[in-house]
């Protein structure tokens, strides 16, 4: 049986999202106890069951992001599974989808239609732009939203862009995702309305720039990429150590002082070249020059251990494998052990709220496809047997 | 007057926070409709009021992250100020903070003493490792954050880490800080507990690896960067036209063959280095060569309109001024443009947060330093002219 506790375990969610910005917004609310219902489809469910590497047929991907959920698997395109569906609508909080604009309406599911069965339901439609405007019903993926977005013109050299190695603009999405349906939740429980939200992963990104769209503002001039540099504090950034790269930041004349010790050049405390941070950015290329011949004296461990004794604000540059082991996630109980039915022994990474007077501790396996169509047709639908062995028959 | 609406118009958040994460939080708070108290120090309040370009005295920083919100100005070292600051905690639904892990004790406001005050309040302390574990105590930056969250040794080209050109860990912090207080609020509504959120942007960072976890944990093999190419896909990431970059996301045969069109190379179909996404990785150098040969024939605006023409994922990379001059951007009405009293008319990204249902309007805009001190202490707290008066007089 799954065990749920936290803030949200009177809440359910029909989650009818598949990929990964729908699927991480309702992990981070079954995270918080939230009951989600994962509606897949017959024969292959969530496309993220299909990438590898497996593990006894599991897709590592889908794996890493649906915990705690159970897998419903129904025909929305018959007429049992629509009905099905319509009855899990009445039972349910909240309904979370990234369809293409259409799909909804043509499934028979339009907001109105839903809106009509279940006044106060909150409904969560996430696309890559939203549903209005010249892009309102195109799709797009994540790169192509880091590339929209202004995200990979700040990120590495200038006139060189880079996206970032992670998908940031789905992750985010979930985040915002999250977000908005957690706000609807609270509007629900004060005045009983239903809120619809029409997220754009778009929109989402560029509300990330922030100080770069006021400083845009502000003067007119297009902010640039700086690398791993900064554009006005040195050193600041990536440096090669004997083995590899680490990362200064020097924001202070403080660190500065401490630095000059830590790599015992107490004597550019009083360099003209050196001295305040202004001097620094001047003679930037020479300081950095200066920088890397000293730290490819010794190691990234060692420097680490050095610039932590002196308390310069440094760390190495971790990989996933370094990370995954770095004893600070390690004491955070960050990382989850958990058996599946059929991989065995799985771990994953486990939600990153804690609170410090009520354990969160939702750390159900991800479901195989399918695996809760019955239970919920039975327990929460009340469908008799006749009933369930026909929707189970139609995959 | 500040005008609030949407679900949060009933709470009342004391924002303890400076510089990103935290402030980025309540923003978010904020366009839902939370009133928010941000609580600054004499003279010189936030430090990102200090950053540059300004605008009549008024920092671009600042002005980018803090629409919305009340500024009151106590001087929490002295009596009458930590009096003040009892008083707003006792009328607050929540408090938000990022001192060092001592400070909040030192200054006499320990969790247990604002507990015995106000049981219900939820607190929200942010930090970048979190109160607990080997770097329990240390501070850290959005650069240390990056570099140890494996996020840089995935981004850029393999053994060539690079950051990710926006503030993402402070950002991915506001965001996952406004996701716990929400489910806080959800919590104290309907058991009246106030949770206490033990935040860690490391630990932030670290749930975005997902699948790259996931891969890591069935395989045992670190994943490595790929630059902005994908590792399974061909045609994908960062290509060269005429006049700068574009992205090219072709993640499927029936996009591949609107490509080959859109491109006026049908008889790759039948190209037995091309035909088939197998085919195209193996032949991946000569592929992209070949493309970008094509592609240099064109602008990125032509290209644009060819692509979109066949329905062929692609899309310019635009830079800042470029993403807020989008018609998708402009036709959302993200851009918000108001009256602020000391630099005139000021632009801002407004929230990414759309209900179709119920519109949210908090346009208000961010405060001059101490802007809201006496209207505080005397219509929340009730205070006398005399005691206002002495309050006022110590900054």
Chains 1, 2 share one sequence.
């Not at 494998?321 to 799985?346: A, D, F, T, W």
């Amino acid at each position: 049986m799954y065990t749920r506790n936290g803030p949200l375990t009177h809440i359910r969610v029909l989650d009818l999202s598949q990929t990964l910005a729908g699927p991480f917004a309702t992990t981070i609310l079954s995270d918080l106890g939230a009951e989600i219902i994962k509606i897949e489809k017959p024969g292959t469910g969530d496309q993220t069951r299909h990438f590898s590497p497996y593990k006894n047929g599991e897709s590592h991907y889908f794996l890493s992001i649906n915990r705690n959920k159970k897998s419903v698997v129904i025909n929305l395109k018959e007429e049992e599974g629509k009905k099905a569906l319509w009855d899990l609508i009445k039972v349910s909080d909240v309904i979370i989808e990234k369809f293409r604009p259409e799909t909804m309406t043509k499934l028979g599911f339009s907001h109105e239609k839903i809106k009509k069965q279940k006044e106060n339901i909150i409904i969560c439609s996430i696309s890559a732009f939203g549903k209005t405007g010249p892009l309102g019903n195109k799709a797009g993926y994540d790169i192509i939203v880091q590339a929209l977005s202004g995200l990979m013109s700040l990120t590495g050299e200038p006139n060189d862009p880079v996206r970032a190695g992670i998908p940031i603009a789905d992750l985010v999405g979930g985040l915002y995702g999250a977000i908005s349906i957690l706000s609807a939740l609270i509007k629900k429980e004060k005045s009983n309305k239903g809120l619809i939200i029409d997220e754009s992963l778009l929109d989402n990104m560029v509300s990330l720039l922030g100080y770069f769209s006021g400083s845009y503002f502000m003067t007119e001039e297009n902010p640039q990429a700086v690398g791993d540099k900064h554009p006005f504090i040195a050193p600041y950034g990536k440096y090669k150590a004997k083995d590899g790269f680490m990362v200064l930041a020097i924001y202070t004349e403080k660190f500065w002082n401490l630095f000059t010790k830590a790599i015992n050049k107490i004597e550019w405390a009083d360099d003209s070249r050196f001295k305040l941070n202004e001097n620094r950015i001047l003679n930037e290329n020479e300081l950095n020059f200066e920088i890397e011949q000293i730290l490819q004296e010794r190691s990234i461990e060692e420097w680490t251990i050095i610039f932590n004794k002196y308390g310069v604000p440094s760390a190495p540059i971790l990989d996933v494998k370094g990370i995954l082991n770095y004893p600070q996630v390690k004491s955070r109980n960050l990382i989850k052990e958990i058996e599946h039915k059929q991989s065995g022994n799985i771990k994953f990474i486990g939600t990153p709220i804690k609170f410090t007077n009520e354990k969160l501790n939702n750390n159900n396996p991800p479901p195989l496809l399918g695996e809760h169509t019955e239970d919920v047709l039975k327990n929460i639908l009340k469908y008799d047997k006749n009933k369930i062995i026909k929707i189970l028959n139609e995959y």
